[in-house]
């Protein structure tokens, strides 16, 4: 049996959220590692996870933790905005223990495989789904084979060329697994939502199902998907997921959960299900989840209200309806007033999500989606920055559109302006993204809206902070 290690990487919240919005960022459970964590466990191998980010540690300090545990095995999970830090660490592993296996997944690893494997450090990337490649690879490492000629779903190098062993094995049953190995993060206390993305603490986060068949350009999801999904969504039971709400209110009281599935109302039927035994098994559950404006009726959102989701967040992304078409978002303008004036209505807090810098922007389209945000009967909004993902159709094609840095990966957030569309520049971006914030957020309709929203002492104190951030 193997002992591995493994790291969830420190992204500072100045990097994620901006230095004015830092205070308002989330910290939340790195599930995907904990589902491999879970993997592992179940297969009798000893595992260790150090939640970096939680931590706020160095790669110094990471590095440090791996070599005092004498691991067998490391893995890393990582997006673009932590792979600077995912190189730092393994080049620091690599410059003391050169001969321990050190391996790399997570959505980045997905996206651009080729390329990440070529900077040399990484000894493996799982460049699919993680949960069985990496059980296989772990024990193809314990048993002394060589991984390049047994496990599927792996890239390396072989010199200098990259190379795969083709696609790993996806889970076809998403109930084989194990809850996720919580037990092995430090207190859950430290994790928390956005400032204004929760009511109830202990709060904590769930996957109920994956997938997302939506074409969205510059999403990874859409490419995660068609390329390591097979175009399968795959759900939990509803038994299942009553199981893991019991089990996280029994072991750490947990009052409020975010459902993370990227589509939580994909399956209208599940959803009602899903609404019956929450209702029936745990009344006074407070839940928010992602929420797709082109898959809502009026008799879905009273479910959903009734059995305790408060909060819906629908990505919209723009105002413009030629734009909505470039970047293949799948819905229109006039879906998402009407689902978000039908929630407004049956009382649930909403929020949209804008990107600022789309391709084809022009300082018109700019402002019309500022003007479309302000108009619509919702509480939170956010604008972003544009960041074309690696491996999405995008990536691809950013540069048809504007200028765009395929190594910047520091810039890859929702602050930073990683691509600027033909016409604009990188100020006139962030300047707009401010402005967007004040002008939507200190507008008398919204004003009132959050006026109605606050009951509690720490609501006072959340909102005044947020106001201060806006006007200051």
Request: proline share 4%; charged share 20%; net charge neutral.
């Amino acid at each position: 049996m193997a002992k591995v290690f493994l790291i969830h990487p420190y992204v500072p919240m100045e990097l994620q959220y901006g230095t004015k919005y830092r205070w308002a960022g989330a910290i939340l459970p790195p599930l995907g590692v904990l589902y491999v964590a879970a993997v592992l466990e179940k297969a009798s191998h000893t595992v260790e996870v150090l939640d970096a980010n939680a931590l706020q540690i160095s790669a110094e300090t990471v590095v440090s933790r791996v070599l005092a545990s004498e691991p067998d095995v490391v893995g890393m999970t990582g997006t673009s905005l932590s792979f600077n830090e995912n190189i730092e660490i393994a080049r620091l592993l690599k410059n003391v223990r050169p001969d321990l296996p050190i391996v790399l997944g997570g959505v980045h690893a997905q996206g651009d495989p080729v390329t990440a494997v070529g900077y040399g450090v990484f000894d493996y990337l799982v460049a699919n789904e993680g949960e069985y490649t990496m059980l296989d690879l772990v024990e193809a490492l314990a048993g002394g084979k060589d991984p390049r000629t047994c496990v599927n779903g792996i890239h390396y190098l072989d010199g200098e060329k990259a190379c795969t062993t083709g696609p790993g094995r996806l889970v076809e049953n998403l109930d084989e697994l194990d809850f996720p190995a919580r037990h092995l993060l430090p207190d859950m206390k430290i994790y928390h939502q956005k400032a204004f993305g929760y009511r109830l603490r202990p709060h904590t986060t769930m996957f109920t199902q994956r997938g997302c068949p939506f074409r969205c350009t510059f999403c990874s999801s859409s490419k995660q998907f068609r390329e390591v999904f097979n175009k399968k969504i795959r759900a939990h039971s509803v038994d299942y997921v009553k199981e893991e709400i019991a089990y996280l209110q029994k072991t750490w009281g947990i009052r409020e959960i975010y459902f993370v599935d990227d589509t939580f109302n994909l399956n209208k039927k599940r959803v009602h299900a899903l609404c019956d035994m929450m209702i029936e098994n745990f009344p006074g559950l407070k839940w928010s989840c992602n929420f797709e404006a082109n898959i809502c009726d009026e008799h879905l959102l009273r479910h959903m209200r009734d059995a305790g989701c408060w909060l819906i967040q629908m990505g919209v992304e723009t105002g413009n309806a030629e734009v909505m078409k470039v970047i293949d978002k799948g819905i229109t303008v006039e879906q998402v007033r009407i689902a978000t004036e039908m929630a407004s209505r049956l009382g649930f807090a909403i929020k949209t999500s804008f990107i600022i810098g789309n391709p084809t922007e022009t300082t018109e389209t700019v402002e019309e989606t500022i003007q479309f945000a302000k108009s619509l009967p919702v509480h939170y909004v956010t604008f972003s920055m544009m960041a074309p993902l690696p491996g999405t159709y995008f990536w691809k094609t950013a540069d048809q559109y504007g200028a765009f840095d395929r190594t910047a990966y520091d810039k890859f957030s929702m602050v930073s302006a990683a691509f600027v569309p033909k016409g604009l520049d990188s100020d006139y971006l962030k300047n707009k993204q401010q402005e967007a914030h004040r002008r939507v957020y200190l507008n008398i309709g919204m004003v009132g809206r959050h006026l109605k929203m606050i009951s509690t002492f720490q609501d006072v104190v959340r909102y005044a902070k947020g106001a201060a951030t806006l006007i200051l």
